[in-house]
């Protein structure tokens, strides 16, 4: 049982539409990631929250909106997406954000599909 | 820009073959280095990870990892695979102090019974 939850695990989408991915971790951690995971490309860092605070925006498209109310929740906001968007977004936590402590964990995905 | 290298994107092993999978880096600072495992269907999970000490790190399910300095790498190796180790396996690195996780594209590994 991963201690990294995230919903939905699927995602089928319109390029007008908005909806929104969401991450639950239950391991007590400071710091949660979203990843983006394409098809034969490294996965990609989107976004880093530490103690609620965004920390780190790799150069993601504003039709990404990340979201942190709390420690142990993310989400990650989708409006007019691209078809290229379609990947597997993973969410990951660590204890921390420094040294030893950016051991990551990850959730299962959401697999999304933009039409 | 801080990059890292996997040098095969797919492995095909026979069980009891040894294994070892390469990973280089680019960045010349101190690093943390760490090994992912994704089984089909499964999430990403740690198979072992190096912050300092002694350079030949040992994970779970047999699996170890060297990481040297003057080559800027860090190879996986186990020395006799198993058919439930067919897996897509992943290299990340991260500087001492920096959020920046950086992931190889993944070396998918194949264990033919």
């Known amino acids: 049982e991963t201690g990294v939850t995230q919903t939905p695990r699927h995602l089928v989408m319109g390029m007008t539409n908005k909806k929104s991915l969401k991450c639950e971790q239950h391991l007590g951690h400071n710091a949660m990631y979203w990843y983006k995971q394409s098809a034969k490309k490294p996965l990609e860092l989107m976004f880093v929250?530490?103690?609620?605070?965004?920390?780190e925006n790799n150069s993601v498209p504003s039709r990404f909106s990340p979201e942190c109310p709390n420690s142990s929740h993310l989400f990650l906001h989708l409006h007019t997406l691209q078809p290229e968007d379609s990947a597997l977004y993973l969410c990951?936590?660590?204890?921390?954000?420094?040294?030893?402590?950016?051991?990551?964990?990850f959730g299962p995905g959401t697999r999304l599909t933009v039409l | 820009a801080q990059s890292v290298s996997q040098h095969n994107h797919h492995v095909i092993l026979s069980e009891a073959a040894s294994l070892e999978l390469g990973c280089n880096y680019s960045?010349?600072?101190?690093?943390?280095l760490f090994w992912y495992v994704q089984y089909p269907g499964q999430h990403l999970q740690l198979l072992l990870k190096?912050?300092?000490?002694?350079?030949l790190v040992k994970g779970i399910k047999g699996f170890e990892a060297e990481f040297i300095k003057s080559k800027f790498s860090f190879n996986l190796r186990k020395p006799s695979v198993q058919w439930s180790d067919t897996a897509e396996y992943f290299c990340?690195?991260?500087?001492?102090?920096?959020?920046?996780?950086?992931f190889g594209a993944g070396t998918r590994l194949t264990v033919k019974p």
């Open positions: 190096y912050f300092s000490g002694d350079p």
């Open positions: 990951a936590s660590s204890p921390g954000t420094s040294g030893p402590y950016n051991e990551q964990f």
């Open positions: 990340a690195v991260n500087r001492y102090n920096n959020n920046d996780m950086r």
């Open positions: 960045y010349g600072g101190t690093v943390n």
């Open positions: 929250y530490s103690l609620e605070e965004r920390v």
